[in-house]
């Protein structure tokens, strides 16, 4: 069965130091993974996805399938990227998307 | 800009009563799906619609029940209401194949069950 784990609820770090959300999965196949993110007040959006290799407000994530990780990096962290994230990952074809439990990022001034 | 409305924002409802929780998106996409958000526990699939009149259960349908008679409306209705279903609920739309990662979701509704 498919599974996200982020094994962090709550990360907390002052602006200007690095953050990495850490995110797990298990699945057999190739799968494709993503990074959500919900600011305050704000609905849940796409935020990055691993095919595309890009870097989305100075986030990026890289998939390592040997240790089936897909952590989410950003060298200097600022007070605006406080918000929850979310990793998800979908199996091939049109699947639902399936969700990790969350990480809640707090940058401290 | 593609935009999902959800139609109530807060709603509080008494244990036992039948509740709708209402979704339209604007952007003629064909899959639908409702989440439950509940902190500790992250996103929830609860049903999925890929078509009208087409539905699947996602991995906690019990106590819900979905409808989408049209293409742009997907409902999702709690027959009879509980404590446990107390939650934020969010619906999300997105396009079918390899656009369907990009989900677009609405502002949620927030459900008290009393």
């Known amino acids: 069965a498919q599974r996200v784990t982020q094994p962090e609820k709550l990360l907390s770090v002052f602006k200007g130091a690095p953050v990495e959300l850490k995110c797990n999965y298990s699945?057999?196949?190739?799968?494709?993974l993503f990074w959500y993110v919900q600011y305050s007040r704000q609905r849940l959006q796409l935020l990055l996805r691993?095919?595309s290799r890009e870097s989305i407000k100075g986030f990026t994530a890289d998939l390592n399938k040997g240790e089936t990780s897909f952590h989410l990096k950003k060298p200097f962290a600022q007070e605006e990227d406080s918000a929850m994230y979310y990793c998800?990952?979908?199996?091939?074809?049109?699947?639902?998307?399936?969700f990790g439990k969350g990480t809640r990022l707090s940058v401290i001034a | 800009d593609v935009k999902v409305t959800q139609s109530s924002r807060y709603l509080v409802k008494r244990t036992g009563e039948k509740v709708f929780l209402e979704c339209v998106q604007d952007?003629?996409?064909?899959?639908m799906f409702w989440y439950r958000q509940d902190p500790g526990l992250g996103l929830r699939l609860i049903y999925f619609?890929?078509?009208?009149?087409?539905?699947e259960k996602g991995d906690i349908p019990e106590g819900y029940s979905v409808s989408r008679e049209k293409k742009e409306r997907f409902s999702l209705i709690l027959e009879s209401a509980s404590t446990n279903q107390t939650s934020m609920y969010l619906c999300?739309?997105?396009?079918?194949?390899?656009?369907?990662?990009?989900?677009?979701f609405g502002s949620g509704t927030q459900l008290s069950v009393l």
């Open positions: 999300a739309s997105s396009l079918p194949g390899q656009g369907n990662e990009k989900l677009f």
């Open positions: 691993h095919i």
């Open positions: 699945y057999s196949g190739s799968p494709e």
């Open positions: 619609s890929y078509d009208v009149k087409m539905k």
């Open positions: 952007m003629d996409h064909e899959n």
């Open positions: 998800a990952l979908r199996n091939s074809g049109n699947t639902p998307l399936v």
